[in-house]
């Protein structure tokens, strides 16, 4: 057994940006819920990019658990690795409780040479049950030959797991492993999640981790209307956290909060679709820090310059 137990040039246009999660759905001719400030920028590439501000100070709740998202560090040559790096080095200088990674984090999972220096890249910021890691396509065929169980020591059976913090919940799915297609979890899983999610209900915040997330810009890449996804709406889970659409995305998944970090280190995806008024997108290397007590959830997203991208509010539903 393998398993690894390690101590731990773009002008900047500037736009405020606040997103509130609301229990409430947007109601068609009617303001979503969103509360935002400037406008939409076309880029020069005719890409539709909200550039948002460069120098905002993230809200700070006292007593909060800390936690960290990141996802597709999945690094494909040395640029790449150089950029993961950053990210782990601006995220290891960020106050945290634990972290989680919401998929591919290696090109290849089948390598051992990948992964060794995988995770001597986030030997910084690994703690055993501090460091929570979510399955992505590229990680699939890891799980089909054994070497994702060799290498990581996580719960359940470490596809699928959950786990508390005070009084949040916290759900991690596989969404990468489907029969047919991306999206279906097949019924061990959602019978697992059907099960799991009364602990969602009694819970302050509920927050569901995958890598396929549920909507996107790039709509080809989104999951959209797999049924189990209507467990979450119907059992009260507050956020959808996921990655795979190498960007930064977050808006609304009919009345749940749905953030899309992809840019841990892998090249950025090209924008497919025109964005809607209740979502924003920026192409940039990132991670999110959210902060949870028991009344309320603020997010922020950092830069790996250390600079504030975007901030959000998750309100109880």
Known sequence: MRKYFLAASVTVVIVIAVLVFTGQKSVENEMPVIFTTGEML??????????????????????????????????????????????????????????VHVGDHVEHSNSDAEWDRYFNLIAPIYKKDKYFAVVGNHDAPAVKNGMWQEYWDLPNNERWYSFDRESSHFIVLDNVQGVNHWGNLGSEQEDWLREDLQTCERAEFCFVFMHVPPVSWNEPLALHNEPWLNLLKTHGADAIFAGHIHNYERGN?????????????????????????????????????????????VGCIYSIDGKTLDSFEILKR
């Open 253 to 297: 998944y009919e009345d749940i909060g749905s953030v899309t970090t992809g840019g841990g280190g892998n090249k950025f995806h090209k924008i497919q679709g025109v964005p809607s008024a209740d979502k924003t997108l920026t192409k940039t290397n990132h991670f999110v820090k959210v902060s949870a007590t028991s009344d309320r959830t």
């Open 42 to 99: 076309t880029s020069p590439t005719g890409l539709y990019i909200k550039e948002i501000n460069s120098g905002r100070r993230c809200e700070e709740l006292a007593g909060a658990t800390d936690f960290i998202i990141f996802g597709d560090t999945q690094p494909r040559n040395e640029e790449d690795w150089e950029i993961s790096e950053q990210v782990v080095d601006s995220i290891a200088t960020t106050e945290h409780e634990f972290i």
